[in-house]
Nanobody, 124 residues
């Protein structure tokens, strides 16, 4: 039984930082691509960042230079460090486990088969 639990969301002022965590269980975490997605009210869910089983990282243009994705395989945990936050970053952030070791087309939701419930990030 695969379970993903996100934490670390909250409310911050523009320019602030947050660090999201995604704890995975029931799954061989280190073998697969993992990603962060977000969904703002009235908008479709979009890919934010992804990291392959080999540690290669991918970012949406909107977050490049501000967000950093990382993973700690020993702790089965995925992270998203978010700096210089903007109001447009406000969304529900969810982590996901990919279907493959490599992050093939990491922004496509169909390439992920397990999802967490999400953690809310609000930037004012």
């Amino acid at each position: 039984h695969v379970q993903l639990v996100e934490s670390g969301g909250g409310s911050v002022q523009a320019g602030g930082s947050l660090r999201l965590s995604c704890a995975a269980s029931g799954y061989t975490y280190s073998s697969y691509c993992m990603g962060w997605f977000r969904q703002a009210p009235g908008k479709e869910r979009e890919g934010v960042a992804a990291i392959s089983g080999g540690g290669y990282t991918y970012y949406a243009d909107s977050v490049k230079g501000r967000f950093t994705i990382s993973r700690d395989n020993a702790k089965n945990t995925l992270y998203l460090q978010m700096n210089s936050l903007k109001p447009e970053d406000t969304a529900m952030y969810s982590c996901a486990v990919g279907k493959f070791r490599n992050c093939l087309r990491p922004h496509l939701q169909d390439n992920y088969n397990y999802w967490g419930q999400g953690t809310q990030v609000t930037v004012s």
